[in-house]
Protein backbone atom coordinates (compact mmCIF):
# COMPACT_ATOMS: atom_id res chain seq x y z
CA UNK A 1 0.00 0.00 0.00
CA UNK A 2 1.06 3.41 -0.69
CA UNK A 3 1.60 5.92 2.46
CA UNK A 4 2.24 9.26 3.11
CA UNK A 5 3.93 10.44 6.28
CA UNK A 6 4.66 13.72 7.55
CA UNK A 7 5.80 13.36 11.47
CA UNK A 8 5.77 16.93 12.54
CA UNK A 9 2.17 17.70 14.21
CA UNK A 10 2.80 21.42 14.80
CA UNK A 11 5.45 23.67 13.99
CA UNK A 12 6.22 27.48 14.92
CA UNK A 13 8.83 29.83 13.81
CA UNK A 14 9.31 33.62 14.17
CA UNK A 15 8.25 35.92 11.01
CA UNK A 16 11.19 35.98 8.41
CA UNK A 17 13.38 32.27 9.02
CA UNK A 18 13.75 30.22 7.05
CA UNK A 19 11.31 26.31 8.34
CA UNK A 20 11.62 22.71 6.69
CA UNK A 21 8.40 20.68 6.67
CA UNK A 22 8.96 16.76 6.15
CA UNK A 23 8.00 13.78 4.46
CA UNK A 24 8.40 10.75 3.79
CA UNK A 25 6.36 8.67 1.48
CA UNK A 26 6.18 4.63 -0.02
CA UNK A 27 5.41 3.45 -2.98
CA UNK A 28 6.42 0.84 -5.39
CA UNK A 29 5.90 3.01 -8.57
CA UNK A 30 8.45 4.72 -10.42
CA UNK A 31 6.53 6.73 -11.96
CA UNK A 32 4.55 9.07 -9.59
CA UNK A 33 4.41 12.93 -8.55
CA UNK A 34 4.53 14.40 -5.48
CA UNK A 35 2.85 17.96 -4.25
CA UNK A 36 2.69 20.58 -1.32
CA UNK A 37 -0.62 21.59 -0.58
CA UNK A 38 -0.99 24.32 2.09
CA UNK A 39 -4.72 24.81 3.45
CA UNK A 40 -4.92 28.63 5.42
CA UNK A 41 -7.54 29.32 7.88
CA UNK A 42 -10.33 29.91 5.39
CA UNK A 43 -9.75 25.93 4.72
CA UNK A 44 -8.70 26.75 0.57
CA UNK A 45 -6.82 23.68 -0.74
CA UNK A 46 -3.67 25.65 -2.68
CA UNK A 47 -1.51 24.15 -4.70
CA UNK A 48 2.33 25.28 -3.25
CA UNK A 49 4.72 23.05 -5.47
CA UNK A 50 4.61 19.55 -7.10
CA UNK A 51 7.76 17.93 -8.02
CA UNK A 52 7.59 14.78 -10.89
CA UNK A 53 9.47 11.33 -9.60
CA UNK A 54 11.68 11.34 -12.79
CA UNK A 55 13.18 15.16 -12.28
CA UNK A 56 16.02 14.98 -10.35
CA UNK A 57 16.15 18.89 -9.73
CA UNK A 58 14.44 19.94 -7.17
CA UNK A 59 11.35 22.11 -7.90
CA UNK A 60 11.21 25.42 -6.73
CA UNK A 61 8.22 28.14 -6.47
CA UNK A 62 9.61 31.63 -5.12
CA UNK A 63 10.29 31.15 -1.21
CA UNK A 64 9.13 27.55 -1.70
CA UNK A 65 11.50 25.05 -2.49
CA UNK A 66 11.48 21.17 -2.07
CA UNK A 67 14.43 18.60 -1.16
CA UNK A 68 13.14 15.68 -3.36
CA UNK A 69 15.26 12.64 -2.23
CA UNK A 70 13.92 9.62 -4.26
CA UNK A 71 16.20 6.74 -2.74
CA UNK A 72 15.15 7.65 0.64
CA UNK A 73 12.07 8.60 -0.54
CA UNK A 74 11.77 12.07 1.19
CA UNK A 75 10.25 14.72 0.20
CA UNK A 76 10.59 17.91 2.25
CA UNK A 77 9.56 21.65 2.44
CA UNK A 78 11.43 24.48 2.34
CA UNK A 79 9.57 28.00 2.71
CA UNK A 80 12.30 30.80 3.06
CA UNK A 81 11.54 34.34 4.61
CA UNK A 82 8.46 33.01 6.25
CA UNK A 83 5.78 35.28 6.36
CA UNK A 84 2.53 35.52 8.49
CA UNK A 85 0.52 34.47 5.49
CA UNK A 86 2.12 30.97 5.54
CA UNK A 87 0.33 30.09 8.67
CA UNK A 88 -1.25 27.38 7.24
CA UNK A 89 -1.71 23.47 7.29
CA UNK A 90 0.69 22.16 4.83
CA UNK A 91 -0.16 18.79 3.23
CA UNK A 92 2.45 16.42 1.49
CA UNK A 93 0.51 14.39 -1.24
CA UNK A 94 1.34 11.46 -3.53
CA UNK A 95 -0.08 10.76 -7.06
CA UNK A 96 0.44 7.36 -8.52
CA UNK A 97 -0.79 5.76 -12.09
CA UNK A 98 -3.80 5.14 -10.37
CA UNK A 99 -4.60 8.87 -10.54
CA UNK A 100 -5.36 8.90 -6.60
CA UNK A 101 -4.17 11.56 -4.11
CA UNK A 102 -2.48 9.98 -1.31
CA UNK A 103 -2.53 12.35 1.76
CA UNK A 104 -0.43 12.88 4.77
CA UNK A 105 -1.68 14.11 7.91
CA UNK A 106 -0.83 17.61 7.86
CA UNK A 107 1.24 20.16 9.60
CA UNK A 108 0.31 23.32 11.24
CA UNK A 109 2.81 25.64 10.61
CA UNK A 110 2.63 28.64 12.69
CA UNK A 111 4.29 31.81 11.71
CA UNK A 112 4.76 34.35 14.73
CA UNK A 113 5.16 38.35 14.57
CA UNK B 1 -9.60 31.59 -7.41
CA UNK B 2 -8.60 28.73 -8.37
CA UNK B 3 -11.57 28.29 -10.96
CA UNK B 4 -13.32 25.45 -9.23
CA UNK B 5 -16.84 26.13 -7.91
CA UNK B 6 -18.84 24.80 -5.28
CA UNK B 7 -22.31 25.11 -4.51
CA UNK B 8 -23.57 25.31 -1.51
CA UNK B 9 -20.78 26.87 0.81
CA UNK B 10 -22.45 25.65 3.82
CA UNK B 11 -25.27 22.80 3.83
CA UNK B 12 -27.08 22.38 8.08
CA UNK B 13 -29.12 19.21 7.61
CA UNK B 14 -30.62 16.36 9.83
CA UNK B 15 -29.96 12.98 10.14
CA UNK B 16 -31.39 10.72 7.84
CA UNK B 17 -32.03 13.52 5.10
CA UNK B 18 -30.51 13.14 2.08
CA UNK B 19 -28.08 16.35 0.20
CA UNK B 20 -26.75 17.14 -2.99
CA UNK B 21 -23.83 19.04 -3.39
CA UNK B 22 -22.50 20.55 -6.86
CA UNK B 23 -19.48 21.10 -8.48
CA UNK B 24 -17.91 23.13 -11.66
CA UNK B 25 -14.64 22.36 -13.08
CA UNK B 26 -12.26 24.97 -14.37
CA UNK B 27 -12.91 25.88 -17.85
CA UNK B 28 -11.18 22.94 -20.21
CA UNK B 29 -10.88 20.73 -17.61
CA UNK B 30 -12.20 17.35 -18.12
CA UNK B 31 -11.53 15.24 -14.84
CA UNK B 32 -13.16 15.69 -11.03
CA UNK B 33 -12.51 14.34 -7.96
CA UNK B 34 -14.21 14.35 -4.39
CA UNK B 35 -12.79 14.62 -1.78
CA UNK B 36 -13.87 14.53 2.28
CA UNK B 37 -12.06 15.81 5.17
CA UNK B 38 -13.20 15.58 8.80
CA UNK B 39 -12.37 17.81 11.61
CA UNK B 40 -8.41 18.26 11.87
CA UNK B 41 -7.90 15.49 9.32
CA UNK B 42 -6.47 14.72 6.39
CA UNK B 43 -8.65 14.11 2.94
CA UNK B 44 -10.09 11.31 2.02
CA UNK B 45 -10.23 10.42 -1.15
CA UNK B 46 -13.81 9.54 -2.23
CA UNK B 47 -14.42 9.09 -6.48
CA UNK B 48 -12.99 10.30 -9.62
CA UNK B 49 -14.97 10.85 -12.98
CA UNK B 50 -13.29 12.27 -16.51
CA UNK B 51 -15.39 13.31 -18.85
CA UNK B 52 -18.56 11.99 -17.53
CA UNK B 53 -17.04 8.23 -16.35
CA UNK B 54 -16.08 7.16 -13.27
CA UNK B 55 -12.76 6.47 -13.76
CA UNK B 56 -11.72 5.74 -9.48
CA UNK B 57 -13.17 5.20 -6.37
CA UNK B 58 -11.21 5.87 -3.20
CA UNK B 59 -13.17 5.41 0.16
CA UNK B 60 -17.02 6.62 -0.35
CA UNK B 61 -19.87 4.79 1.13
CA UNK B 62 -22.77 3.30 -0.64
CA UNK B 63 -25.18 5.79 1.29
CA UNK B 64 -22.93 8.19 -1.28
CA UNK B 65 -23.04 8.55 -5.08
CA UNK B 66 -21.82 11.00 -7.77
CA UNK B 67 -21.98 11.38 -11.53
CA UNK B 68 -20.11 13.91 -13.69
CA UNK B 69 -22.84 15.58 -16.30
CA UNK B 70 -22.07 16.54 -20.10
CA UNK B 71 -21.41 19.93 -19.61
CA UNK B 72 -18.58 18.30 -16.88
CA UNK B 73 -19.80 19.57 -13.50
CA UNK B 74 -20.07 17.04 -11.01
CA UNK B 75 -22.95 16.30 -8.25
CA UNK B 76 -21.57 14.47 -4.79
CA UNK B 77 -25.23 12.95 -3.54
CA UNK B 78 -25.37 12.01 0.26
CA UNK B 79 -28.12 10.30 1.46
CA UNK B 80 -29.73 8.75 5.01
CA UNK B 81 -27.15 10.91 6.74
CA UNK B 82 -25.84 10.66 10.11
CA UNK B 83 -23.61 12.47 12.49
CA UNK B 84 -20.33 11.29 11.56
CA UNK B 85 -20.59 12.40 7.76
CA UNK B 86 -20.22 16.45 8.90
CA UNK B 87 -17.46 17.33 7.05
CA UNK B 88 -15.88 19.83 4.35
CA UNK B 89 -16.12 18.22 0.98
CA UNK B 90 -13.86 19.46 -1.53
CA UNK B 91 -14.12 19.05 -5.03
CA UNK B 92 -11.13 19.16 -6.93
CA UNK B 93 -10.59 19.40 -11.28
CA UNK B 94 -7.40 18.89 -13.39
CA UNK B 95 -7.33 18.86 -16.97
CA UNK B 96 -6.67 15.25 -17.58
CA UNK B 97 -6.66 12.13 -15.77
CA UNK B 98 -3.06 11.62 -15.46
CA UNK B 99 -0.29 13.36 -13.01
CA UNK B 100 -1.80 16.56 -13.68
CA UNK B 101 -2.17 19.00 -10.58
CA UNK B 102 -5.39 19.31 -9.32
CA UNK B 103 -6.91 22.22 -8.28
CA UNK B 104 -9.47 22.56 -5.23
CA UNK B 105 -12.83 24.26 -5.13
CA UNK B 106 -13.45 26.05 -1.80
CA UNK B 107 -15.44 23.01 -0.38
CA UNK B 108 -18.99 22.59 1.03
CA UNK B 109 -19.39 22.26 4.65
CA UNK B 110 -21.59 19.89 6.05
CA UNK B 111 -23.06 20.05 9.30
CA UNK B 112 -25.57 17.05 10.10
CA UNK B 113 -27.47 17.78 13.54
Known amino acids: AQTVTQSQPEMSVQEAETVTLSCTYD???????LFWYKQPPSRQMILVIR????KQQNATENRFSVNFQKAAKSFSLKISDSQLGDTAMYFC??????????WGAGTKLIIKP | DSGVTQTPKHLITATGQRVTLRCSPR?????VYWYQQSLDQGLQFLIQ???????AKGNILERFSAQQFPDLHSELNLSSLELGDSALYFC????????????FGPGTRLTVT
Open chain 2, 92 to 103: ASSVAGGFHEQY
Open chain 2, 27 to 31: SGDLS
Open chain 2, 49 to 55: YYNGEER
Open chain 1, 27 to 33: TSESNYY
Open chain 1, 51 to 54: QEAY
Open chain 1, 93 to 102: ALRDSNYQLI
